[in-house]
């Protein structure tokens, strides 16, 4: 039901870019891609989203693939409090967030 | 801006014994979510409502949850009876009515079952 597809886990370094992939290859042409995180103990927490082109914020970048099958997540510079468990997720109208397994982050001093 | 409040932080019961969650959203916004999240999983969408009408509660176990939001404000779920399988997070989300979809979650019910 989510119909989005994330790697397990990944792994990076402290002060260097992560990238966090998504498939999303079944999206309609009205779907937002949202991204949330996860800290451990506490709820998810909105990081940031797209539906065609390339977005920034102070958290985070979000690249979208011209088809729109995926989306890339860009930590410019991770720190240790970066380490979360990262969601990709398809609005599908009237804001229904569906939650898949996500990516667990780490992140090495 | 005071966060989306639940309360209470950690519950442990029995099974077959009922429980009781609250949630208190962000003020003014008119959509509210419970959603399940099972320890290793991500959250599960149990109920959605906008004001105080239920907009999906297709995958809410009815027989055992209830949730109701009277006047459109904070919102209860409850449980009866409670089975081991229902050992879980209860999170508790709001959002406003927009196209951007950005939900405000609480910190969440861990609910043990005995």
């Known amino acids: 039901d989510a119909k989005t597809t994330q790697p397990n886990s990944m792994e990076s370094n402290e002060e260097e870019p992560v990238h966090l992939p998504c498939n999303h290859s079944?999206?309609?042409?009205?779907?937002?891609i949202h991204w949330y995180r996860q800290l451990p103990s506490q709820g998810p927490e909105y990081v940031i989203h797209?539906?065609?082109s390339n977005v920034n914020n102070r958290m985070a970048s979000l690249a979208i693939a011209e088809d729109r099958k995926s989306s890339t997540l860009i930590l410019h510079r991770a720190t240790l409090r970066d380490a979360a468990v990262y969601y990709c997720?398809?609005?599908?109208?009237?804001?229904?967030?569906?939650f898949g397994q996500g990516t667990r982050l780490t992140i090495n001093p | 801006e005071a966060g989306v409040a639940q309360s209470p932080r950690y519950k442990i019961i029995e099974k077959r014994q009922s429980v009781a969650f609250w949630c208190n959203p962000i003020?003014?916004?008119?959509?509210l979510y419970w959603y399940q999240q099972i320890l290793g999983q991500g959250p599960k969408l149990l109920i959605q409502?906008?004001?105080?009408?239920?907009?999906?509660d297709s995958q809410l176990p009815k027989d055992r949850f209830s949730a109701e939001r009277l006047k459109g404000v904070d919102s209860t779920l409850k449980i009866q009876p409670a089975k081991l399988e229902d050992s879980a997070v209860y999170l508790c989300?709001?959002?406003?009515?927009?196209?951007?979809?950005?939900?405000?979650f609480g910190e969440g019910s861990r609910l043990t079952v005995l």
């Open positions: 989300a709001s959002s406003s009515y927009s196209h951007t979809g950005e939900l405000f």
């Open positions: 079944t999206i309609s042409g009205t779907d937002y």
């Open positions: 797209g539906l065609t």
């Open positions: 997720i398809r609005i599908q109208g009237a804001q229904k967030l569906v």
């Open positions: 003020s003014g916004h008119a959509t």
């Open positions: 409502f906008q004001n105080n009408g239920v907009v999906d």
